[in-house]
């Protein structure tokens, strides 16, 4: 089995774009936790808590999610450096583990947003409610 120097170049891109959305989920979690603290600190309520304590459970889901992206990158670009140097057998292996990180990255990924929806939906719920 032979891999090409080009086939761990495809994943620049798409690493590329998908540690960019990562770094934006993470922003924007990271400024609704600074307003829920001030929020928090004027009222200590138990549901602005809980709201807290799922936002960090997210922003440590997407640092993973962060991790094994870059670490897919990392790997992609260590194979065809292998591939470069005819380290056939080595640059499978490389690119082998960096399709697999970005699997669990992304599985990571898949966690976190159910995390968002179910929360979203519970927010929902209660405002539904209000208005019953």
């Given at each position: 089995m032979t891999l090409s120097i080009e086939t761990p170049a495809l994943l620049f891109s798409a690493t590329s774009l998908i540690l960019l959305a990562y770094t934006n989920r993470f922003l924007?979690?990271?400024?609704?936790?600074?307003?829920?603290?001030?929020?928090?600190?004027e009222k200590h309520t138990k549901s602005i808590l809980l709201q807290i304590n799922n936002l960090n459970l997210?922003?440590?889901l997407i640092r993973y999610m962060q991790?094994?992206?870059?670490?897919?990158?990392?790997l992609s670009v260590f194979a065809m450096f292998l591939l470069f140097l005819e380290q056939q057998i080595f640059g499978i292996y490389l690119f082998?583990?960096?399709?697999?990180?970005?699997?669990?990255?992304?599985?990571?990924?898949?966690?976190?947003?159910s995390i968002s929806v179910t929360a979203l939906r519970l927010h929902l719920s209660d405002l539904l409610e209000e208005k019953n």
């Open positions: 924007t979690i990271a400024q609704i936790v600074r307003s829920l603290k001030s929020h928090y600190d997210r922003l440590s991790l094994f992206g870059v670490l897919c990158l990392f082998s583990a960096s399709l697999l990180c970005l699997l669990i990255s992304l599985a990571i990924s898949f966690w976190e947003i």
